[in-house]
């Protein structure tokens, strides 16, 4: 079960030669004609007559069926094409959005009728129509792309995310979400998978739900929001799968791109992309560096009210996080033939975060030897390394397609904390610590491969293992405890496509998963009554009462149905089920915190999974000026996972005997708070964007989202029911000549909880561009959370019982909290290089289109 490290680079050094060595044809060899050619035209709106800014044209030669260079239209929809080689070609014109056009063949030969030169004269593009291939795009920048199966962020030009993390930039894609505790949900649910480039990363940390605040912006290429994936797909994930896709270079030649941003409270980013592509190989790496304060503060106010009497707790808060992170990936593809592709990515991170936490405990009537300050200081050093080596294979073919990769992932964490307390009472300590270290290793080998029954019907089939090991040493007093996780998983699945008509269609399948789970926790274990405190009465409980081993079989079905009402107008019913997995931090009964012992959180290793049945309904109607894009979901949960259940330890702090043969106990009573399974949850959801492009220089998103559930359960607290509500939007002004302007805003309305009510909250970002140097260098000028509204505060009324007499009081809680103050900043950015895209892709004139043979129907979901 364990991985070793050097055993998977050997194995990753030993198939990556053996691939390179087998064999390919090359391309056949062809003379050398002289490059004097040039080619002309105007890209123009069939409809409106507009000019086409950053059209494609592609010159494809003929004889070989290779491509041999290609254009970008400028802002008059200009085409001017120097140095082609002389020959006979196929001119390939595109821009998304837009029905792709083929002009030829084109002579460029002196005399017989042609010559060297040739004008394309006015080339008018047609609106693509909305069929199950088709795509929108909103923004001059395209910056957001709506396609059948999946939301295409592009994060391009973006302007509030520039200079970055990955958490500014999911803030900006509809219905996305990533909440204080860097939590990321899709239309308010938290079960969400974070991928990259379609797989885990350890740069997205070890924890089930990935953590996107350590993923530079400038190396974030797009991100693709996909709702209720099939049963392709893996089935963790309730709320959705968000893949990130990192930049690897897709531009001819050698292009490079520099940038570096300066901000308030010593805020620095710098970033660099470099990559070299050629028709055989492409070559790329990309670098960057962060530091910079974030600084926070916030308050904690409890009340316990009995019939009798009346207790709190009221605590003032302040944070301050300093990170030193340090990125790299590196790697490149290899092209044997021109259906072919072997890859192969490493990426190195190295993070090292400060964190500073101040508690000042102004009220505690329950033990008012805590009132005081408490300091402590959190340094968190970690490393993390992936290896990706893949192979693709379309076999000259419209619809067969291979797809393998093999991925390891090796990730070292440790955390160390350090606290000084300065009590009004005298209840003093200085240097308590504690120290964490995490030692995480990651395997997964995975095969898809797709093809076709004749026209109408296709099918996918696929197998992947996944094999984790995490380990946990944690340091307290002196003492190591330890907590080993293992976790395998093996998948197949079987996916069916068939086409009834050009406008309908349904897609079907299965997916086959075997789960192997085992959690052991070691350490010195003493009696419950000469436990140190109550840190050491959890941990010595979780020893003895492990290990655990569940181990379950599930299947997970999946149907769509798909109907095209018109040209710009499509229906789609979707149903799959899915699994939310226990976490590591839920299922370890470990403290997350050992100072702040004000508020204890112990996670349950008796977890069970939740599994839900998800059903979709989307409507998206497109035009090129204006889309709507609407969603609903019901969501049928059993064994939810929630941190409700209170337990209240009386931990005794000394005896004392008297007099006669009575002793005298000091007692403490500390509410320890877990997670645990409850009944069921019904939850409705739904989601909507509108994108509206009144003009060329302008464009206008808006988006919203929300839902309404309710969970069952005999510890479920209040009336079980929560609802909330989501929204945000974007302007974005192009002024010519003068600068570039963007207006971007996202918030939550009045959250209403189980347990009582989440305020309004909502932020509004501004950023400025100017350009110089024909576009090279940009400066931009940005403001982040204008208005300092970015906060969390939370207010609740819950009715508990004591567990030790049975008495019921009610508890009440209000807390405040802000992760990263208002702050301006001023990114450079400068590119260099040939700066030319490639939009002709590898097998375009192969014949694969991506969809079934009879209708181009794709349905990738």
Same mark, same amino acid.
Request: charged letters at 25%.
């Given at each position: 079960?364990?991985?070793?490290?050097?055993?998977?680079?050997?194995?990753?050094?030993?198939?990556?030669?053996?691939?390179?060595?087998?064999?390919?044809?090359?391309?056949?060899?062809?003379?050398?004609?002289?490059?004097?050619?040039?080619?002309?035209?105007?890209?123009?709106?069939?409809?409106?007559?507009?000019?086409?800014?950053?059209?494609?044209?592609?010159?494809?030669?003929?004889?070989?069926?290779?491509?041999?260079?290609?254009?970008?239209?400028?802002?008059?929809?200009?085409?001017?094409?120097?140095?082609?080689?002389?020959?006979?070609?196929?001119?390939?014109?595109?821009?998304?959005?837009?029905?792709?056009?083929?002009?030829?063949?084109?002579?460029?030969?002196?005399?017989?009728?042609?010559?060297?030169?040739?004008?394309?004269?006015?080339?008018?593009?047609?609106?693509?129509?909305?069929?199950?291939?088709?795509?929108?795009?909103?923004?001059?920048?395209?910056?957001?792309?709506?396609?059948?199966?999946?939301?295409?962020?592009?994060?391009?030009?973006?302007?509030?995310?520039?200079?970055?993390?990955?958490?500014?930039?999911?803030?900006?894609? *509809? +219905?996305?979400?990533? /909440?204080? #505790? &860097? =939590?990321?949900? %899709?239309?308010?649910?938290?079960?969400?998978?974070?991928?990259? $480039?379609?797989?885990?990363?350890?740069?997205?940390?070890?924890?089930?739900?990935?953590?996107?605040?350590?993923?530079?912006?400038?190396?974030?290429?797009?991100?693709?929001?996909?709702?209720? *994936? +099939?049963?392709?797909? /893996?089935? #963790? &994930? =309730?709320?959705? %799968?968000?893949?990130?896709?990192?930049?690897?270079?897709?531009? $001819?030649?050698?292009?490079?791109?520099?940038?570096?941003?300066?901000?308030?409270?010593?805020?620095?980013?710098?970033?660099?992309?470099?990559?070299?592509?050629?028709?055989?190989?492409?070559?790329?790496?990309?670098?960057?560096?962060?530091? &910079?304060?974030?600084?926070?503060?916030?308050?904690?106010?409890?009340?316990?009210?009995?019939?009798?009497?009346?207790?709190?707790?009221?605590?003032?808060?302040?944070?301050?996080?300093?990170?030193?992170?340090?990125?790299?990936?590196?790697?490149?593809?290899?092209?044997?033939?021109?259906?072919?592709?072997?890859?192969?990515?490493?990426?190195?991170?190295?993070?090292?975060?400060?964190?500073?936490?101040?508690?000042?405990?102004?009220?505690?009537?329950?033990?008012?030897?805590?009132?005081?300050?408490?300091?402590?200081?959190?340094?968190?050093?970690?490393?993390?390394?992936?290896?990706?080596?893949?192979?693709?294979?379309?076999?000259?073919?419209?619809?067969?397609?291979?797809?393998?990769?093999?991925?390891?992932?090796?990730?070292?964490?440790?955390?160390?904390?350090?606290?000084?307390?300065?009590?009004?009472?005298?209840?003093?300590?200085?240097?308590?610590?504690?120290?964490?270290?995490?030692?995480?290793?990651?395997?997964?080998?995975?095969?898809?491969?797709?093809?076709?029954?004749?026209?109408?019907?296709?099918?996918?089939?696929?197998?992947?293992?996944?094999?984790?090991?995490?380990?946990?040493?944690?340091?307290?007093?002196?003492?190591?405890?330890?907590?080993?996780?293992?976790?395998?998983?093996?998948?197949?699945?079987?996916?069916?496509?068939?086409?009834?008509?050009?406008?309908?269609?349904?897609?079907?399948?299965?997916?086959?998963?075997?789960?192997?789970?085992?959690?052991?926790?070691?350490?010195?274990?003493?009696?419950?009554?000469?436990?140190?405190?109550?840190?050491?009465?959890?941990?010595?409980?979780?020893?003895?009462?492990?290990?655990?081993?569940?181990?379950?079989?599930?299947?997970?079905?999946?149907?769509?149905?798909?109907?095209?009402?018109?040209?710009?107008?499509?229906?789609?019913?979707?149903?799959?089920?899915?699994?939310?997995?226990?976490?590591?931090?839920?299922?370890?009964?470990?403290?997350?915190?050992?100072?702040?012992?004000?508020?204890?959180?112990?996670?349950?290793?008796?977890?069970?999974?939740?599994?839900?049945?998800?059903?979709?309904?989307?409507?998206?109607?497109?035009?090129?000026?204006?889309?709507?894009?609407?969603?609903?979901?019901?969501?049928?949960?059993?064994?939810?996972?929630?941190?409700?259940?209170?337990?209240?330890?009386?931990?005794?702090?000394?005896?004392?005997?008297?007099?006669?043969?009575?002793?005298?106990?000091?007692?403490?009573?500390?509410?320890?708070?877990?997670?645990?399974?409850?009944?069921?949850?019904?939850?409705?959801?739904?989601?909507?964007?509108?994108?509206?492009?009144?003009?060329?220089?302008?464009?206008?998103?808006?988006?919203?989202?929300?839902?309404?559930?309710?969970?069952?359960?005999?510890?479920?607290?209040?009336?079980?029911?929560?609802?909330?509500?989501?929204?945000?939007?974007?302007?974005?002004?192009?002024?010519?000549?003068?600068?570039?302007?963007?207006?971007?805003?996202?918030?939550?309305?009045?959250?209403?909880?189980?347990?009582?009510?989440?305020?309004?909250?909502?932020?509004?970002?501004?950023?400025?561009?100017?350009?110089?140097?024909?576009?090279?260098?940009?400066?931009?000028?940005?403001?982040?959370?204008?208005?300092?509204?970015?906060?969390?505060?939370?207010?609740?009324?819950?009715?508990?019982?004591?567990?030790?007499?049975?008495?019921?009081?009610?508890?009440?809680?209000?807390?405040?909290?802000?992760?990263?103050?208002?702050?301006?900043?001023?990114?450079?950015?400068?590119?260099?290089?040939?700066?030319?895209?490639?939009?002709?892709?590898?097998?375009?004139?192969?014949?694969?289109?991506?969809?079934?043979?009879?209708?181009?129907?794709?349905?990738?979901?």
């Amino acid at each position: 079960m364990r991985n070793n490290s050097t055993l998977t680079h050997s194995i990753f050094i030993c198939l990556f030669t053996f691939t390179s060595l087998v064999a390919h044809k090359d391309h056949s060899s062809k003379p050398k004609m002289p490059a004097i050619g040039v080619l002309q035209g105007t890209v123009i709106d069939s409809i409106s007559s507009s000019p086409l800014e950053y059209a494609s044209v592609s010159l494809v030669e003929l004889e070989h069926n290779e491509l041999v260079t290609g254009g970008l239209t400028d802002k008059n929809g200009y085409l001017n094409i120097t140095e082609i080689p002389l020959g006979r070609y196929v001119a390939v014109v595109e821009f998304i959005g837009y029905e792709k056009k083929e002009i030829g063949p084109i002579n460029l030969f002196p005399g017989q009728g042609a010559g060297i030169q040739h004008n394309l004269g006015k080339v008018k593009l047609n609106i693509s129509a909305v069929n199950l291939e088709a795509v929108e795009v909103v923004g001059e920048e395209s910056t957001f792309i709506q396609t059948i199966d999946k939301k295409i962020f592009n994060v391009g030009r973006d302007l509030s995310s520039a200079g970055g993390t990955g958490t500014d930039v999911l803030r900006k894609v *509809p +219905s996305v979400d990533v /909440d204080i #505790d &860097g =939590v990321v949900t %899709i239309a308010g649910d938290a079960n969400v998978t974070v991928l990259i $480039d379609g797989k885990r990363s350890g740069r997205t940390g070890s924890g089930r739900r990935g953590n996107v605040d350590h993923i530079n912006a400038a190396m974030i290429e797009k991100v693709e929001v996909i709702t209720n *994936p +099939s049963a392709k797909y /893996d089935p #963790d &994930g =309730v709320g959705g %799968i968000i893949n990130i896709v990192m930049k690897r270079g897709a531009l $001819d030649g050698f292009n490079g791109t520099v940038s570096s941003m300066v901000g308030e409270y010593k805020k620095q980013n710098l970033n660099g992309n470099l990559n070299y592509r050629t028709d055989k190989f492409n070559v790329f790496t990309n670098a960057n560096y962060r530091t &910079g304060n974030r600084i926070g503060d916030g308050k904690r106010e409890f009340d316990y009210i009995y019939p009798s009497s009346r207790d709190s707790i009221n605590t003032d808060t302040y944070r301050k996080r300093t990170p030193n992170d340090f990125g790299m990936r590196f790697g490149g593809d290899y092209y044997p033939s021109k259906t072919s592709t072997i890859g192969y990515t490493f990426d190195i991170s190295q993070h090292n975060e400060t964190t500073v936490q101040k508690f000042n405990y102004r009220d505690n009537t329950i033990n008012p030897s805590l009132l005081g300050n408490l300091e402590t200081t959190e340094t968190d050093d970690g490393l993390h390394m992936d290896h990706v080596f893949s192979y693709e294979n379309k076999f000259d073919s419209e619809t067969e397609l291979l797809k393998a990769y093999i991925s390891y992932s090796y990730e070292v964490d440790d955390v160390n904390e350090v606290g000084t307390m300065d009590s009004d009472y005298g209840a003093n300590f200085s240097g308590n610590s504690t120290k964490a270290s995490e030692d995480n290793n990651n395997f997964t080998a995975s095969i898809d491969y797709e093809n076709n029954f004749g026209d109408k019907l296709g099918y996918e089939i696929g197998a992947k293992a996944t094999i984790r090991d995490f380990k946990k040493d944690l340091t307290y007093l002196q003492n190591i405890y330890g907590n080993d996780y293992e976790e395998d998983i093996y998948a197949a699945y079987m996916v069916t496509q068939y086409e009834l008509t050009d406008r309908f269609g349904f897609k079907f399948g299965a997916r086959a998963e075997q789960v192997k789970t085992f959690a052991d926790l070691k350490g010195p274990i003493l009696t419950a009554n000469d436990s140190v405190n109550v840190l050491t009465y959890l941990f010595e409980r979780g020893i003895v009462e492990g290990p655990y081993d569940p181990n379950y079989f599930k299947l997970y079905p999946s149907a769509f149905l798909l109907y095209k009402l018109t040209n710009r107008q499509t229906i789609q019913f979707g149903y799959s089920k899915k699994v939310n997995r226990p976490g590591r931090r839920t299922i370890s009964p470990f403290p997350d915190n050992t100072l702040d012992i004000t508020r204890l959180r112990s996670g349950n290793p008796y977890l069970r999974p939740e599994f839900s049945d998800v059903m979709e309904l989307t409507f998206s109607n497109n035009s090129r000026k204006l889309n709507l894009n609407l969603s609903t979901s019901y969501k049928n949960t059993k064994d939810v996972i929630m941190w409700w259940d209170r337990e209240n330890v009386t931990f005794i702090n000394s005896a004392k005997l008297n007099e006669p043969d009575t002793t005298i106990y000091d007692t403490t009573i500390y509410e320890i708070m877990t997670a645990g399974n409850a009944d069921k949850s019904v939850s409705q959801n739904f989601s909507g964007n509108i994108m509206y492009r009144p003009m060329p220089l302008a464009s206008i998103m808006v988006w919203g989202w929300g839902w309404n559930s309710f969970q069952e359960g005999q510890r479920v607290d209040g009336d079980g029911k929560s609802r909330g509500f989501g929204f945000g939007g974007r302007l974005t002004l192009n002024i010519p000549t003068i600068a570039r302007l963007e207006l971007s805003g996202n918030g939550r309305a009045k959250m209403k909880i189980s347990t009582g009510e989440i305020p309004a909250n909502y932020r509004i970002n501004l950023g400025i561009q100017k350009s110089f140097l024909q576009n090279r260098l940009s400066a931009t000028f940005k403001i982040d959370d204008i208005f300092n509204t970015g906060k969390f505060i939370i207010d609740t009324d819950s009715e508990v019982t004591n567990a030790l007499t049975g008495e019921k009081y009610r508890q009440l809680m209000y807390a405040e909290r802000q992760r990263q103050k208002r702050y301006a900043s001023v990114v450079l950015n400068y590119n260099f290089g040939k700066q030319q895209k490639k939009k002709w892709s590898r097998g375009n004139f192969s014949g694969r289109s991506g969809g079934m043979g009879g209708g181009g129907m794709d349905m990738d979901y």
